[in-house]
């Protein structure tokens, strides 16, 4: 399975709650950007998971959208404080799929990354907002990925 990891674009600073927040003008058009860079260069998922927080959903759907609205899935299990060991576990239900893009948060994804690619620290890893980090997985098990690639949004540009 190949897993893309897209961390929520920019998001508003103060609202009522974290939950709630929304993504920016700027945090809209890097999710745009991503999603152009997708479907650009044949970065296909099978199925786009979500978290349930506000401002994830935002750039799930806006990725969803310039891949002509790729199947979303909102899972509980990606809100903020999701750990690795419930990631792995929880993608056994995607199985059937070969490619799966999971959209999040930090330090989560720093987490679930580490922990695909078998480093000792999550802080080995950091994931910026609107970047998007894919990792081969052989077996959905810690320590057997593989990195293909980091890239930050901003490299994204069209050419």
């Known amino acids: 399975m ?12 103060e609202v009522t709650t974290d939950f709630d927040r929304k993504l920016t003008p700027k945090g809209l058009e890097q999710a745009d950007k991503v999603g152009k860079f997708c479907a650009r260069f044949g970065l296909i998922p099978d199925v786009i998971l979500t978290s349930p927080v506000v401002r994830a959903e935002q750039t799930a759907r806006a990725v969803s959208k310039r891949l002509d609205d790729r199947e979303l899935v909102v899972e509980r299990w990606l809100a903020c404080g999701m750990s690795p060991e419930i990631c792995l576990e929880s993608l056994q239900a995607c199985a059937k799929f070969d490619h799966v893009m999971l959209v999040g ?21 950091n994931i910026r907002k609107a970047s998007l980090t894919a990792i081969a997985m052989p077996r959905l098990r810690a320590g057997t990925g593989r990195l293909e690639f980091t890239i930050p949004v901003r490299l994204m540009s069209p050419p």
């Open 105 to 125: 948060h930090e330090p989560d994804f720093s987490g679930a990354i580490s922990a695909c690619l078998g480093l000792p620290e999550p802080d080995n890893f």
């Open 2 to 13: 190949l897993l893309y990891f897209l961390r929520h674009a920019e998001a508003e600073a």
